[in-house]
């Protein structure tokens, strides 16, 4: 049985620490998808809202070293919310695996970043990666970055998983109206 915890003075957001089976990556995420709802709604705080989801994914998916935003800021990436050791800074676009998903609007899954040309170390325990960009319309805003210590960590289920949760988000960044978004 799990506990709900109160994250802030509405009763609507609340945060479970349920152990997810994710053999099941399809249902696992579903039920992230739900809870990031209950996190990011009626907020209108890019930043507040990119921190949650990020502690959120941190905390929930097993095997990851570090997860975390990258926002667009003067034809840049600039580091966000995140959750991990510390993270390189600025990232050009189409640079390392970060700045390349976000150059092709695309999500990309890395299973050795060692063989990643050109990839970007922060991280020298990190193995794999995803990043999923973050688009609003026709804006980028940023990319979802997922680190792991294990080569191969990450395969598309993850990938469809990780996109139906930044569809979810990108809302609540775009429409926050902070920095964040622009």
Request: aromatic share 6%.
């Amino acid at each position: 049985m799990t506990a709900a915890v109160g994250i802030g003075y509405r009763d609507c957001m609340t945060y479970t620490n349920a152990q997810r089976d994710f053999r099941d990556k399809d249902t696992a995420y579903a039920e992230l998808v739900s809870e990031l709802t209950g996190l990011i709604g009626g907020e209108r705080d890019a930043i507040a809202n990119a921190a949650n989801s990020a502690a959120l994914l941190f905390d929930a998916l097993p095997e990851v070293n570090w997860v975390g935003y990258y926002f667009l800021r003067d034809g840049e990436l600039v580091v966000g919310p995140f959750q991990g050791k510390p993270a390189c800074v600025r990232i050009a676009m189409g640079a390392g695996v970060c700045g390349t998903a976000a150059q092709r609007r695309q999500t990309l899954i890395v299973e050795d970043v060692q063989n990643f040309p050109g990839h970007i170390v922060c991280d020298p325990a990190s193995r794999s990666e995803i990043v999923v960009p973050l688009v609003a319309g026709q804006r980028l805003l940023g990319v979802l970055d997922l680190d792991s210590p294990r080569p191969g960590r990450f395969d598309a289920a993850d990938a469809r998983g990780l996109e139906r949760l930044a569809r979810r988000l990108v809302p609540a960044i775009a429409a926050a109206g902070s920095d964040a978004a622009e």
